[in-house]
């Protein structure tokens, strides 16, 4: 089932998501649903306050960006491979000389701009059936990781910019939670009137 995307402004994106107990009714029905949720929006990955879930749960797929020819053949492979379920996760390493790429996000469609981060994550986490996994990330899939996981600490990539560039940017977002936007997928907006 597709659900609504919350879009910017909702309170629920700003939440420090909670852990998950195992007995977490209904979880595999939760997964589903959201890689379903994703894949409609052609995301790379997606977290559960974004489908209004307070839970440190999020799921991601980078490889459509294995696709760029422009990358490196180690890179494109380790893109591909990296489609996983991350259930009550924490970076406890994160290193190397920041870099910037141009992020974009599901509950903040037609923004799109530079963010740096750093190029290498240690992560820790449960998969699915909540055995326990340290990795290592780098480049562009530690990018696709650092930003759900940023999701489930209440955190946006907006938040990253400039305080010229959020100034700047104050009138879309303002926008995008009144629902004054064209997008191809469900989304739920806080500051939409209702009944028009
Ligand atoms: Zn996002």
């Given at each position: ?43 790379v990955g ?14 991601v797929d980078s490889s459509p960006f294995a696709?760029d020819?422009?990358l490196q053949?180690q890179e494109r492979e380790e893109l591909k491979k990296l489609k996983r379920?991350f ?14 790429f ?15 981060r750093?190029p290498k994550i240690?992560i ?11 990795e290592t990330f780098t480049g562009l899939a530690a990018r696709v990781i650092q930003h759900e996981y ?47």
């Amino acid at each position: 089932m597709i659900l609504p995307i919350v879009a910017y402004g909702d309170p629920v994106l700003r939440k420090k998501c909670k852990e998950i107990p195992e007995d977490y009714p209904k979880l595999d029905e939760l997964i589903e649903n959201m890689w379903e949720t994703m894949y409609n929006a052609f995301g790379v990955g997606l977290a559960a306050p974004q489908i209004g879930r307070p839970i440190r749960l999020f799921l991601v797929d980078s490889s459509p960006f294995a696709e760029d020819e422009e990358l490196q053949l180690q890179e494109r492979e380790e893109l591909k491979k990296l489609k996983r379920v991350f259930i009550n996760p924490t970076i406890v390493e994160e290193e190397g000389d920041e870099w910037a790429f141009n992020e974009g996000c599901l509950s903040i469609p037609e923004i799109r701009e530079d963010v740096f981060r750093k190029p290498k994550i240690v992560i820790e986490y449960q998969d699915e059936n909540f055995k326990e996994h340290r990795e290592t990330f780098t480049g562009l899939a530690a990018r696709v990781i650092q930003h759900e996981y940023d999701h489930i600490e209440g955190i946006l990539f907006t938040d990253k910019l400039s305080s010229l560039k959020k100034r700047l940017l104050k009138g879309k977002l303002a926008s995008i939670s009144k629902g004054k936007i064209k997008i191809e997928y469900k989304m739920r907006f806080p500051e939409m009137k209702k009944g028009r």
